[in-house]
């Protein structure tokens, strides 16, 4: 049994600090470099995995030594990765982040074997689809696979729908969850308040604001889970650690207002340690 399955990318990240990020045309120097594992799908994973979930993993990486450093990475940290395809004709994701001052980050992201996960890869995970209790998915790989993804689930469907874009209404009929930031609700639905979730054609929206936690946004009601105060390091994979840990408390049957309760408490804990897993907690 599938607690969690996640269908997304899996990057290496390369994370540069910098005292601001610069503008247009401007260089600024770093005060180094670190490299980690990431990707959105892949840190969605781990997250539920370290706080207890069994997880499986539906990706593509490359036939390189990044590759194989990520999936190592996956496997040690318990996810089940018999459904990552490894691809020969294009290198592993990678991302370049820069971390600010404050914590802030800014993300270039080069998907490389990412954007080659297809409805196939999906298909060949029919069955743990059909068994787990949460599917967990998000736009770092391309939209046919997603939207198969979550034709296929019969648990709980939750979409994170970042890098922002507009979605086809289909695939918002499938989701049951649906986890954007104010940015991306806006691209959505041309407004950042959270309100303006009703217009979409989900049964539940979590608008995550950041240090300001987030708000469940129904039919009925609009309530608003603050996150705890933390001294924030490093905000890269906060959003990741949320989503993780929203599909890991749904898949243990908690009701909507407790899941987001833990999320914003795990998602504040990973701003506090640089990387974007550094501050999840470890795996219990």
Not at 42 to 54: I, K, M, T, Y
Not at 184 to 210: C, I, K, N
Not at 215 to 240: K, S, Y
Request: charged fraction near 20%; proline fraction near 6%; glycine fraction near 12%.
């Amino acid at each position: 049994m599938v607690d969690v399955l996640v269908v997304g990318s899996v990057n290496q990240d390369v994370v540069v600090r910098v005292p601001r990020h610069p503008g247009p045309g401007e260089t600024v120097l770093g005060s180094g470099m670190a490299m980690f594992d990431g990707g959105k799908g892949a840190n969605q994973a781990v997250a539920a995995a370290r706080l207890g979930a069994q997880v499986a993993f539906v990706g593509r990486v490359g036939a390189d030594e990044a590759g194989a450093v990520l999936l190592a990475g996956l496997a040690s940290e318990g996810v089940d990765t018999r459904w990552v395809a490894v691809d020969g004709a294009v290198p592993s994701g990678m991302a370049m982040i820069t971390v600010d001052a404050s914590g802030e980050n800014s993300i270039v992201v080069v998907p490389g074997a990412n954007h080659a996960l297809d409805t196939r890869d999906v298909e060949r995970a029919r069955d743990a689809l059909a068994h787990a209790a949460v599917t967990m998915l998000q736009l770092e790989v391309p939209l046919e696979a997603v939207a198969r993804a979550a034709e296929l689930a019969a648990g709980i469907v939750v979409l994170n729908p970042a890098p922002a874009r507009s979605l086809p209404s289909g695939l918002l009929g499938s989701v049951d969850v649906l986890v954007p930031n104010e940015h991306e609700l806006e691209v959505l639905v041309g407004s950042g308040d959270p309100e303006a979730a009703r217009e979409l054609d989900v049964q539940t929206v979590v608008v995550t604001l950041g240090a300001d936690g987030a708000v469940i946004v129904t039919a009925d009601e609009l309530l608003a889970v603050p996150a705890p105060p933390v001294d924030a390091v490093d905000t890269t994979g906060a959003g990741d650690a949320f989503c993780g840990a929203l599909a890991w408390a749904l898949s243990q049957g908690r009701a909507i207002e407790d899941a987001v309760e833990v999320a914003v408490e795990v998602g504040a804990a990973a701003t506090t340690a640089r990387g974007a897993r550094g501050g999840v907690p470890p795996r219990r």
